[in-house]
């Protein structure tokens, strides 16, 4: 998954202003206890980070 489909994805779920915040504020244990800014930061797929949203919000898998 490219960066830029990522942040579409999240926009799309959490909206415009709340999906930076999300991402910046937000620790997921499912990222070893890392926000998405820092695990994206360290490197870590972009398609395991979705993953990893999608679980913290409970999507449901069509949202996924």
């Known amino acids: 998954m490219r ?3 990522f942040w ?5 779920e959490l909206g415009e202003g709340y999906a930076d915040s999300y ?3 937000t620790v ?3 990222l070893g ?3 998405v800014e820092q695990a994206l930061a360290a490197g870590e797929e972009t398609k ?3 993953r990893a949203v999608c679980g ?9």
């Open 3 to 5: 960066l830029t489909d």
């Open 8 to 12: 579409e994805r999240m926009r799309a």
């Open 23 to 25: 991402a910046r504020d």
């Open 28 to 30: 997921i244990a499912e």
């Open 33 to 35: 206890g890392r926000t």
């Open 48 to 50: 395991a980070v979705w």
């Open 56 to 64: 913290a919000l409970d999507l449901p898998p069509a949202r996924r």
